[in-house]
Nanobody, 129 residues
Framework: QVQLVESGGGSVQTGGSLRISCAAS????????MGWFRQAPGKEREGVAKISNVDSVGRIQYADSVKGRFTISQDNAKNTVYLQMNSLKLEDTAMYYC????????????????????WGQGTQVTVSS
């Protein structure tokens, strides 16, 4: 049974930084892909960043809105992915969800954020002025 457990969310002022983490169990990150999605109130869930160990061409992808500010990284030994978020803006406020994919899905093999196989429970990130 795959479980994804997020941690590290919280409140920060604009321009500040946060790092959130997602630890996977029952899943081997080195053979798949993991990433982060977010959902703000009244908005659809959107892909933020992902990292794949399946398709080297599209290994790391970012949403345009976070490029240059967010960095995704992984520790395969810990089966954990991290999202370092810098220069946070008000519009980054959302529930952030960890996601993982089966190796043959577009999430792992393309630049798409489609076809998530597993979800975490979410961690709240709130940016205030």
């Amino acid at each position: 049974q795959v479980q994804l457990v997020e941690s590290g969310g919280g409140s920060v002022q604009t321009g500040g930084s946060l790092r959130i983490s997602c630890a996977a169990s029952g899943y081997t990150l080195s053979r798949g892909c993991m990433g982060w999605f977010r959902q703000a109130p009244g908005k659809e869930r959107e892909g933020v960043a992902k990292i794949s160990n399946v398709d080297s061409v599209g290994r790391i992808q970012y949403a345009d809105s976070v490029k240059g500010r967010f960095t995704i990284s992984q520790d395969n030994a810990k089966n954990t992915v991290y999202l370092q978020m810098n220069s946070l803006k008000l519009e980054d406020t959302a529930m952030y969800y960890c996601a993982a994919g089966v190796s043959f899905t577009p999430l792992c093999r393309s630049s798409s954020f489609a076809e998530v196989s597993y979800w975490g429970q979410g961690t709240q990130v709130t940016v205030s002025s």
